[in-house]
């Protein structure tokens, strides 16, 4: 990943990016950081970007040529259009699918502005993404630009060590993460909770599933509003187990399964609701049981569908009308969820469409 800040204070950047974990990856080149200095293309003498707004008021502007120019300059360094950040207020809430889907660039230029803002102008030609890190202003869009570059970061392949990384970041799952403890077992007369030394694993994860939503009602009640329970479920074989097992797992840390080939679970049948999300892999080739269509006994209220599947995707929209009948809600449809790339881009690209069914829902509801 390579970064490029356009800013008025090159050496505000350098000094953050160069020490910890930022620091490490850029000597180790899994990262870099290039700083371009917006003054040094100042249309005049005395090297100033900045004037007076038209139509009165307090404050300055930056203008749009030195702006425009750095931006082109950047651009020329990398030797393509690249996607140009600018950090704003007035910008996107920065959240967790936001980053994960910026990480998945090559390049990414940041631009940081200051006084009053920039020219509009050159914000319409050339910026393609506004981010805002909070709802709140601040003196530059540096630290805006620091706190991305640290984010986005975090899932460059090799940037953390196996010690600091882990498969899901906490709030992937619109929930906090749970406690941590580590030694001593009793410290200043408190134990760590008895569950954390079972080594049951089952009993382990459900405990910790229980404290993100317990911690994530009391402290940040309106990420419940987005969060959900997935669960991925599959039929047609191995091919399709596997793929749908691939696939949960890389959406959410507290995944459950439903497997459909086992003619007992087709038959109980099972009801899911508006705050889950069902992944439902199968073949489309494959024979339909005695007992009918393997979704016979699902029924959803509302509920986000995800189908794929595990080798040819022929005849999946016409399971994905038969299943938006059965109060299914299809919102997206893959060739496959086989391989742990091509898994990756799938579970972002599903959290993408799910934050966008969410925001409809909430639109209607108005």
């Known amino acids: 990943m390579n970064y490029y800040v356009l800013t008025l204070f090159p050496e505000m950047i350098r000094q953050a990016v160069d020490t910890s974990i930022l620091g490490r990856a850029i000597r180790s080149g899994r990262i870099s950081v290039d700083t371009v200095n917006i003054r040094d293309f100042s249309v005049n003498k005395h090297n100033r970007v900045d004037d007076y707004p038209y139509g ?14 750095a931006v082109e300059a950047a651009e020329e360094r990398i030797g393509k259009k690249s996607r140009v950040v600018y950090l704003t207020p007035q910008g996107r809430v920065l959240n967790q699918t ?30 393609t993404d506004y981010l805002s890190i909070g709802d709140y202003v601040l003196t530059g869009g540096e630290l805006g630009a620091l706190v991305l570059i640290d984010a986005v970061s975090r899932f460059v392949p090799g940037v953390l060590s196996n010690e600091e990384s882990s498969q899901f970041e906490s709030l992937q799952d619109n929930l906090l993460e749970y406690p941590h403890y580590t030694r001593p077992e009793i410290w200043r007369g408190k134990c760590v909770p008895e569950i954390l030394l079972s080594g049951d694993h089952r009993k382990i994860e459900a405990w910790r599933y229980e404290k993100s939503v317990e911690r994530t009602r009391e402290r940040r009640p309106d990420l419940l509003q987005h969060s959900y329970h997935v ?43 508006s705050r889950e999300l069902l992944i439902f892999v199968l073949d489309p080739g494959a024979e339909i049981p005695e007992d009918g269509q393997p979704w016979r006994n699902l029924q959803g209220r509302n509920t986000p569908l995800v189908l794929a599947a595990g080798e040819s995707a022929k005849g999946l929209p016409r399971m994905a009308e038969e299943l938006a009948a059965r109060g299914f809600a299809p919102i997206a449809v893959f060739e496959n969820g ?29």
């Open 56 to 69: 009165g008021g307090a404050g300055m502007v930056m203008e749009a040529e030195p702006v425009c120019r």
């Open 338 to 366: 086989c391989g742990a790339e091509k898994q990756a881009e799938q579970a972002l690209e599903i959290r993408k469409k799910l934050e966008a069914f969410w925001r409809c829902q909430k639109e209607e509801s108005l």
């Open 231 to 273: 669960t991925g479920c599959w039929f047609g074989g191995d091919i399709q187990r596997r793929a749908a097992c691939g696939l949960t797992d890389s959406v959410s840390r507290y995944g459950a399964y439903l497997d459909l080939d086992r003619k007992k679970l087709r038959k109980q049948g099972k009801v899911f609701g």
């Open 98 to 127: 936001i980053v994960e889907e910026l990480a998945r660039e090559e390049n990414l230029i940041l631009l940081c502005g200051h006084y009053e803002g920039i020219d509009e102008r050159v914000l319409e030609q050339k910026v």
